[in-house]
């Protein structure tokens, strides 16, 4: 899911997770939390992991202060 929200042109260059947490899927439905925590980084953004109702996703934020506003992540 980190691949589905990485914008073109972006590489992750840090992640706190372990290839073994990758490799656990997000319960992208309603139920409880699947995916392992983590922190990963690119050149320009920030990626966490968002659950909401047991819906878990992937959110992103810029990694350095821009005129970017991000919209309210968690609910939809």
Not at 23 to 31: I, P, T
Not at 47 to 68: K, L, S
Request: proline residues 7%.
């Amino acid at each position: 899911m980190i691949k589905d929200v990485l914008p073109v042109g972006e590489t992750i260059i840090a992640c706190t997770i372990s290839d073994e947490g990758l490799d656990r899927e997000f319960d992208d439905g309603y139920g409880g939390s699947e995916g392992a925590p983590f922190t990963a980084w690119s050149e320009n953004w920030v990626f966490f992991p968002i659950c909401y109702d047991g819906a878990e996703w992937v959110g992103r934020a810029p990694r350095n202060p821009c005129d970017t506003s991000m919209s309210h992540q968690g609910g939809q």
